[in-house]
């Protein structure tokens, strides 16, 4: 049954899975993808949300954790549909590379 519908990045599944047993499967595969830890993905998600961008919506937020862009373009690969200017992409790259 699903009782909430909320987007979830890499490394906050992984907290879920470690939380429970018998995820050894799930648990290898989410570390060989995840790049952050926990700390600085909650931290470009508070900064990220802090940007009060109504275009970023949490989907995007789960995205930008996931793959870290490290250039505009990226971004703008990731969030085709928030169609960012320049100056909402490089504030999501700021953040990035700030944390």
Do not use: C, R, W
Not at 51 to 58: A, C, E, G, R
Not at 73 to 79: F, R
């Amino acid at each position: 049954m699903i009782h909430n519908k909320k987007p979830l990045s890499m490394i906050e599944v992984m907290e879920y899975a470690k939380a429970n047993e018998g995820n050894d499967v799930l648990l290898h595969y989410l570390k060989k993808f995840t790049k952050i830890s926990g700390e600085k993905a909650d931290k470009i998600k508070e900064s990220l949300i802090a940007l009060n961008n109504p275009k970023i919506k949490d989907e995007n937020i789960v995205k930008i954790i996931d793959f870290l862009p490290q250039d505009k373009e990226d971004v703008n690969k990731i969030l085709i549909e928030a169609n960012l200017n320049e100056d909402e992409a490089n504030a999501v790259l700021n953040i990035i590379k700030g944390n």
